[in-house]
T-cell receptor, first 111, second 112 residues
Framework: QKEVEQNSGPLSVPEGAIASLNCTYSDRVSQSFFWYRQYSGKSPELIMSIYSNGDKEDGRFTAQLNKASQYVSLLIRDSQPSDSATYLCAVKGGGSYIPTFGRGTSLIVHP | DTAVSQTPKYLVTQMGNDKSIKCEQN?????MYWYKQDSKKFLKIMFSYNNKELIINETVPNRFSPKSPDKAHLNLHINSLELGDSAVYFC???????????FGQGTRLTVV
């Protein structure tokens, strides 16, 4: 059974700092990896998708994938209070096209 | 221009009732999903539907059933509602098997 693990947090960082969110997954043949942001009372919103080892940057966000270590991370540079939300890691592949989600990490960016 | 839309947004009903939640996507995606998000915010897959292939999470009670009249719609029917069914239900869709999923706005179901 595919498992996706995240530290539930909360992770608290000061405004302007780098927030680092981590995710590990159990299925070695997973192929697609996603980070979602979910504000309280709202639906998950896709931030980044990454499919190959290495870094992928989009604005203030950088996703990092290491398939050998079965690890994917999300870095948020210059964190803003508006980044305060729950960040969900999702994994797809390995014979299943169903995204499996971690339990999410709560991020708090304080002014 | 909503991509994935669910109705209703809120649903309050009594135990034992039967209810449906509708989901429509106008993105032309091939795959649709239903997720349940509990009070601890864990998103748990209930069903996925791809090219008329239905995959059911075996932990989902058979009181829950998906209905897909066409590729753009995947509705969720729930019979004999129980208190434990109270949660937020999200519909989602993907353009292809290994790509990202896009979520609807969710339906908050409260069973009293």
């Amino acid at each position: 059974q595919k498992e996706v693990e995240q530290n539930s947090g909360p992770l608290s960082v000061p405004e302007g700092a780098i927030a680092s969110l981590n995710c590990t997954y159990s299925d070695r043949v997973s192929q697609s990896f996603f980070w979602y942001r979910q504000y309280s009372g709202k639906s998950p919103e896709l931030i980044m998708s990454i499919y190959s080892n290495g870094d992928k940057e989009d604005g203030r966000f950088t996703a990092q994938l290491n398939k050998a270590s079965q690890y994917v991370s999300l870095l948020i540079r210059d964190s803003q209070p508006s980044d305060s939300a729950t960040y969900l890691c999702a994994v797809k592949g390995g014979g299943s096209y169903i995204p499996t989600f971690g339990r999410g990490t709560s991020l708090i960016v304080h002014p | 221009d909503t991509a994935v839309s669910q109705t209703p947004k809120y649903l309050v009903t009594q135990m034992g009732n039967d209810k449906s939640i509708k989901c429509e996507q106008n993105l032309g995606h091939d795959t649709m999903y239903w997720y349940k998000q509990d009070s601890k915010k864990f998103l748990k897959i209930m069903f996925s539907y791809n090219n008329k292939e239905l995959i059911i999470n075996e932990t989902v009670p058979n009181r829950f059933s998906p209905k897909s009249p066409d590729k753009a719609h995947l509705n969720l029917h729930i019979n004999s509602l129980e208190l434990g069914d109270s949660a937020v239900y999200f519909c989602a869709s993907s353009p292809a098997m290994n790509t990202e999923a896009f979520f609807g706005q969710g339906t908050r179901l409260t069973v009293v």
